[in-house]
């Protein structure tokens, strides 16, 4: 099978050739560390390509590029303020978040949001969809509307505003949500068929708001935008770190395709998950990222991505990846022999499956 048809095959709840395999590989200091770059260059499409290649993904994220001529507003030589206004300090190329300068209501009224339609942001996925379309299952990411709007506002001020001006809230979260969704139909458009809505609603240990909040607050623009978009005939990946245990019947009933990454270290467990969602919702990842692959031993490691085939694979519904990304702090070796790892146990003509932990 080629990579587009062993996902939509899994998507189904099938069991294609081989298992998927798929990860976020993003960040430019991981990309340069896999094709043993020492120099701090720019890394181009070319060199992202190589690299999630290299790893042997059948699905790959391209992501939107800034509109022409496009410069981020600085608050200062190493703080930068985006069109979305967030601002964010900018450390070795990586820019991290610092705070958001959208604060009231009058705030929001003199705010132009972003234009989708500005010209250029659509540039790389063209250009790879045209080199690549035919070997790769290419998605493209959304964004996160609830992620997007408290950094915009800042943390505090957001969880505030829904207690004391719901409105405001309300009103930022559906202008987000339109321009999502017009994202989403851009990307449809250009041949897209996997769109990833990023959103983190919890960290390690639980949701970062309460469950009646989410329902109230976050929970109908997410709905909207899997319902749109999967009209227009897109598949719908929903990326969300974090333990979001007590939110899964919600999340599930959205009609999102397919859930990532599983997080391990937030005890989202991928046998109860897979048990109680896996005839809905294809699952992602789930091999710890954090402690286990920059700093475990290749035995422990093998381990897991053996007890990961065991529990998801039968099937079909499981990609397999690591419970986050293939971030910076995971040496290139490691990366590198996760997949060549995996490899080994996902044909599922030749290996039996449940015999793997054994």
Do not use: Q, V
């Given at each position: 099978?080629?990579?587009?048809?062993?996902?939509?095959?899994?998507?189904y709840h099938e069991e294609p050739d081989k298992v998927p395999f798929f990860d976020f590989l993003y960040n430019e200091i991981s990309i340069r560390k896999l094709l043993g770059e020492t120099k701090r260059i720019r890394v181009t499409s070319e060199m992202y390509m190589k690299a999630q290649l290299m790893l042997g993904f059948d699905h790959v994220v391209i992501f939107f590029d800034p509109p022409e001529g496009y410069k981020p507003a600085r608050a200062s030589n190493d703080i930068i303020v985006s069109a979305s206004g967030t601002k964010s300090r900018v450390i070795d190329d990586m820019a991290w978040y610092i705070g958001g300068t959208i604060k009231t209501s009058e705030d929001l009224d003199n705010w132009q949001p972003p234009d989708p339609y500005a010209p250029g942001r659509t540039r790389t996925i063209r250009r790879l969809l045209k080199k690549y379309g035919e070997e790769i299952a290419f998605g493209t990411s959304i964004g996160g509307v609830f992620t997007d709007a408290w950094m915009m506002t800042g943390f505090d001020v957001f969880v505030k505003a829904m207690y004391t001006n719901p409105s405001f809230i309300h009103r930022l979260m559906d202008i987000l949500t339109k321009n999502a969704v017009e994202l989403g139909k851009i990307?449809?458009?250009?041949?897209?068929?996997?769109?990833?809505?990023?959103?983190?609603?919890?960290?390690?240990?639980g949701p970062m708001v309460t469950p009646d909040k989410f329902r109230r607050f976050i929970l109908p623009y997410l709905k909207r935008q899997v319902e749109i978009l999967k009209k227009r005939g897109a598949w719908v990946f929903l990326h969300c770190d974090g333990n979001v245990n007590i939110l899964m019947d919600d999340i599930v009933n959205t009609g999102i395709d397919a859930f990532h990454p599983c997080e391990r270290k937030a005890r989202m467990n991928l046998a109860v998950i897979k048990q109680k969602y896996g005839d809905k919702i294809t699952l992602f990842g789930n091999v710890e990222a954090s402690n286990l692959i920059p700093f475990g031993s290749y035995k422990e490691i093998d381990k897991q991505i053996r007890e990961c085939f065991n529990i998801a694979a039968p099937g079909g519904g499981y990609i397999f990846g690591s419970d986050h990304s293939i971030h910076p702090g995971i040496p290139p070796e490691k990366a590198r022999f996760l997949f060549n790892q995996a490899q080994k146990y996902r044909e599922y003509s030749k290996v039996s499956i449940k015999s793997l932990a054994e």
């Open positions: 099978m080629k990579p587009r048809e062993r996902i939509i095959t899994t998507l990307a449809i458009d250009e041949g897209i068929e996997f769109l990833w809505i990023a959103d983190d609603f919890g960290d390690n240990h």
